[in-house]
């Protein structure tokens, strides 16, 4: 079993950044980042598998994801954040490899972590 440990969430003003961390506690293949707000969905936000990334559209070019692999950890480089990215941010891990397009979907990934409140106020 995997546990995975999040942490660098908190508050911050439209504009500014912050810099999510997510330590996978065993190997994992694919690791990503979904997010859920209030009264809605949980919904993807970018992940990595391989050398692969992908990007929800909505945060496209405003975030990075990155993994250093000797510290089994992921990380979520969030900049120029605006209010609708207030959410408490997920990290999701799985030992498979994800193909284009596989890494949405939340059921693909077996590990989640216990997430990290991101609120951006305006």
């Known amino acids: 079993q995997v546990q995975l440990v999040e942490s660098g969430g908190g508050m911050v003003q439209a504009g500014g950044s912050l810099r999510l961390s997510c330590a996978a506690s065993?190997?994992?293949?694919?690791m990503g980042w979904f997010r859920q707000a209030p009264g809605k969905e949980r919904e993807f936000v970018a992940a990595r598998s391989g050398g692969n990334t992908d990007y929800a559209d909505s945060v496209k070019g405003r975030f990075t994801i990155s993994r250093d692999n000797a510290k089994n950890t992921v990380y979520l480089q969030m900049n120029s954040l605006k209010p609708e990215d207030t959410a408490v941010y997920y990290c999701a891990a799985d030992a498979t490899s994800m193909g284009l397009g596989r890494s949405r979907y939340s059921s693909e990934y077996k590990y989640w972590g216990q997430g990290t409140q991101v609120t951006v106020s305006s």
């Open positions: 065993g190997r994992t293949f694919s």
